[in-house]
């Protein structure tokens, strides 16, 4: 792959493939750009030594298809999550998005995707308009939240908890869900209440009971609740990367079940890391105007 990226990697080889993608009928729909929010998913598609080069310059990482006759390009940059959000680097973040517009044009693609907190933080200092990736991820979660209900034998009268209720997605999540799920809907969120400890009180009317606990917060955030949770509780996790072996072991020992949400089926070469094998992340995804068939759907139990 690393030979490849640089054969076809440049502006030349990014001309060719627009070319053959304006032949074929425009069936290359995404540039999707992926970061290392864990080590382990840096050195999972490259060599260590490689990733120097990506810090700050888009490298071709593969290819995927979410779906019969359509396709995206994978890119990716080995900054890590604080580096690409941090003030000082604002220009450099501005320049790999610039850089995967370009991408995107001369390749014929119809839209940029990216992972992560990319497009909150992007949005939060207004330095990106586009709301795609947060469309298409809740409308996704919401129906992974049917999907797991259905799965676990919840019933109506069993409360959701949506753990990130404020956030980017988590709101649009949340909003979707008191439209159209039935169940009591409590929505957590520290960003409005710094100190966990004070949101403990809406666990309590329903402590011992079954429900359900969305997870669409920030990686670590869920520990913070852990220890005030029961065995009843069915946790789903939408949060990148996935919750450690040592958090799920935890969970185990609660007699909590922990799904992960990693996308829908598709192909990709190579496979996204972890658990996100044979999915195609939520966030890669062009937008579409129908639901997914529930079996589309990747939810992996990720209990030890």
Known sequence: ?????????????????????????????????????????????????????????????????????????????????????AADNESRLLAVLARLERIKDRVGAKSVALSGILPSHLRAHNLRQSDQEREQTAAIVEQAVFATLARVGLEAEHPVFVLGSAGYIGSRVFDLLQQRCPNPMIGLDTRNNPDHAQLLHLLEPHRDRPALLVNISRHHVLELFIPSLWPQVTILNEVFPEADRATRNRLQELGIDYFHLAGIRGFALPKFAGPYGGAIPCCALSLRGSELPDDSLVIRHLNP
């Not at 060719?16 to 009928?25: E, H, K, P, Q």
């Open 1 to 85: 792959m690393i030979l490849l990226s640089e054969l076809i990697g440049n502006d030349i080889g990014f001309l060719l493939l627009g070319a053959v993608n304006r032949v074929s009928g425009r069936r290359l729909g995404t540039v999707f750009l992926v970061y290392p929010a864990h080590p382990k998913y840096a050195t999972a598609v490259t060599f260590a030594w490689y990733t120097a080069r990506g810090r700050w310059q888009p490298r071709f990482i593969g290819i995927y298809a979410p779906a019969p006759g359509q396709w995206g390009l994978v890119f990716a940059v080995s900054s890590s999550e604080q580096a690409l959000t």
